[in-house]
C-alpha cells in the first residue's frame, strides 16, 4: 500500500475510515483477513497505539474481530448474518415509523427534503457514468442518508443507536446486494411508495413497503 499522511486532529477516528474504506469498498481486505497494526502503521506514518485504538473503534462496529493472541481479522459475514441485521433493522425502523406518525412529527419540509434525496438516488440509480462498486456507493450513501434522516427525525434514541452501531454492517450488505445493478432502479423507486405512505399517515403500507425495501432486495421475506 502507498504511504499516506494525516494531520493530527481526529487521528484516531482517520486511521479508522481509511481502514473502514479499504475493507468495504476498495477490496484490500476480504472477510477473515488479517489485519496487521505494523502494516497499517507504517503505511499511514502512525503510531501502533493508534491503530490499535481505531481498530477496537471498528470492532463495535462489527467490521473487524480482535481475538486475544492472535490479532485482528476482518469480521466473517454470510448471508445468514446479513438477513438477521437486515430484520433487526426492520423491526427498529418499523417502531420508528409508528413514533413519527403517531407524534405527527413530520412536516412539508421535511417530505420535500427526503424526496429531493429520492430523486438524486434515482439518479445515481439511472446513471451511465458511474459503474461498478463506484456507482453503488453513491447510491448506497443516499438510500441510508434517506433512512437516517428518519431515524433522527424520530428522536428515539435507542433505536437510532442500534441502528447506527450497525451502519457499517448494513451498508456492507446493501453492497453486496447493489453491485447487482438491476437492483438499482428498483430500490430507489420504493423509496417514493414509503415516503407516499408516511405522507398519507398510512402505517400499515409505510410498514409493507419497508419491508419489501428491506428484506425482498435483499432475498429474504422472514421477519421476526
Not at 57 to 64: A, C
Not at 87 to 95: D, K, Q
Amino acid at each position: 500500500m502507498d504511504r499516506v499522511a494525516f494531520e493530527k486532529d481526529t487521528l484516531s477516528e482517520r486511521v479508522a475510515d481509511y481502514i473502514r474504506r479499504q475493507i468495504l469498498y476498495m477490496d484490500t481486505f476480504r472477510d477473515g483477513d488479517h489485519i496487521l497494526e505494523t502494516e497499517i502503521a507504517e503505511t499511514l506514518d502512525v503510531s501502533r497505539a493508534t491503530v490499535r485504538e481505531a481498530l477496537k473503534d471498528l470492532e463495535t462496529q462489527g467490521i473487524v474481530e480482535i481475538i486475544p493472541r492472535k490479532g485482528t481479522y476482518v469480521a466473517a459475514f454470510d448471508h445468514k448474518d446479513m438477513i438477521e441485521l437486515l430484520e433487526l433493522r426492520c423491526i427498529c425502523e418499523a417502531y420508528i415509523f409508528e413514533t413519527l406518525l403517531a407524534e405527527n412529527m413530520l412536516e412539508d419540509q421535511d417530505f420535500a427534503f427526503l424526496e429531493k434525496i429520492i430523486d438524486e438516488m434515482v439518479q445515481v440509480s439511472r446513471s451511465s457514468g458511474e459503474k461498478g462498486l463506484s456507482r453503488s456507493m453513491a447510491f448506497s450513501s443516499k438510500d441510508l442518508e434517506f433512512h437516517g434522516y428518519l431515524w433522527k427525525k424520530s428522536g428515539r434514541r435507542w433505536f437510532c443507536k442500534v441502528l447506527s452501531d450497525n451502519y457499517y454492517r448494513l451498508r456492507l450488505a446493501m453492497m453486496q446486494d447493489l453491485m447487482l445493478e438491476s437492483n438499482m432502479e428498483q430500490s430507489a423507486v420504493m423509496h417514493y411508495d414509503i415516503l407516499g405512505a408516511l405522507k398519507a399517515a398510512n402505517l400499515a403500507d409505510a410498514k409493507a413497503f419497508l419491508r419489501k425495501h428491506i428484506l425482498t432486495l435483499h432475498g429474504s421475506e422472514t421477519v421476526i
